[in-house]
């Protein structure tokens, strides 16, 4: 089966790593029940149901496993609860003990994963809803079905774009409600639990929303900003060879952000006091400082076009104006130290 995935303009995202779950479940290591839309594995729901919903379920490792759901992003808003066991979490820098009765969220742009590096014995119930997002800055739109007034409903929006923070102990009542979505997705026999779980989930939804109000939950508005989708642009070029190296233009760049050109220049300028290409090349230059100390297999053009440059002499003469030397020079004062 396919990893889902999503597309956003020319870069294609990665959703929950599938595969580690079908083979532990035909291996009888663990038993998954779910329901689907796309391209996830589990019973698909009729075509017409519940829209917006890419899977709904739980699942029972009654054993330690020797798999686990790798870095990933999702195709909307995840909400995950463990029943019992524990589980290893990770979301962007943080790690997470997850124990009994913790609730996580995650939203489409917060790399997470599950298990470090393996799924220990839990129950977890689960549920990614699409609300046709891929950047903080973007309006979210919950599916019709959802049926809480609309001051409710904003009021959970914001508490959910406007905080991101991951983990949350949950209350009694939340966590009824995904043992009854549970139930429903078990006992479903192409499409018979489909009402009952509208109705459930929407008890979720105003569930959390009174969690939310019943605890202190510190909103930032600037977490749903423009600069907030820079913010994590930049940091995924930094972060991401492969990212680092693309054939970027400033027009691609405020695209990928979906961004006009002028907002997202303004953007990059506060945030790192730099014009977007300038601040490319800044990126490039000090992942190939990098490069150049810790990779001495690797001759300088080939460090150069790994970082993005686009020959090794214009590499060079780029990194003699900055630093005054040539490459070579450099790697060999930094191999002499070492």
Request: hydrophobic content about 40%; some cysteine.
């Amino acid at each position: 089966m396919r990893r889902p995935s999503y597309h956003d303009e020319d870069r294609t995202y990665q959703a929950d790593t599938c595969r580690p779950v079908v083979e532990a479940v035909a291996a009888g290591h663990l038993r998954q029940e779910t329901l689907v839309h796309g391209h996830y594995p589990g019973r698909p729901l009729p075509r017409d149901a519940l829209p917006g919903v890419k899977m709904v379920g739980v699942w029972d490792a009654a054993a330690d496993q020797t798999w686990g759901l790798d870095w990933h992003q999702n195709e909307g808003i995840e909400l995950t609860f463990l029943e019992s066991g524990r589980l290893d979490f990770g979301v962007e820098a943080e790690a997470f003990s997850l124990h009994a009765g913790d609730l996580t969220v995650t939203r489409p742009w917060q790399a997470h994963r599950v298990g470090d590096p393996h799924v220990a014995a839990s129950r977890l119930h689960f549920l990614i809803l699409d609300v046709k997002v891929r950047r903080p800055h973007q309006p979210w739109h919950w599916p019709a079905w959802l049926i809480l007034a609309k001051p409710d409903r904003d009021e959970l929006t914001d508490c959910l774009r406007q905080n991101e923070k991951p983990v949350w102990p949950a209350t009694p009542e939340v966590a009824h409600c995904f043992r009854k979505i549970g139930q429903a997705v078990e006992s479903d026999d192409r499409g018979s639990s489909v009402s009952r779980l509208a109705v459930f989930l929407n008890e979720l939804f105003l569930q959390l929303l009174d969690m939310f109000r019943s605890r202190p939950v510190p909103l930032d508005r600037s977490l749903t900003s423009s600069q907030r989708t820079v913010q994590l642009f930049w940091q995924s070029i930094r972060r991401s060879a492969e990212q680092l190296a693309a054939e970027w233009t400033v027009e691609r760049m405020a695209r990928q952000c979906r961004l006009g050109v002028t907002r997202f220049t303004h953007c990059t300028k506060e945030l790192v006091n730099m014009a977007p290409a300038q601040y490319l090349t800044h990126c490039r230059m000090k992942a190939a400082e990098d490069m150049l100390a810790d990779r001495p297999e690797l001759n300088v053009t080939q460090v150069a076009l790994a970082c993005g440059f686009g020959s090794g002499q214009y590499f060079s003469n780029l990194f003699r104006a900055s630093h005054g030397t040539s490459p070579r020079r450099y790697r060999e004062r930094m191999l002499g130290r070492a």
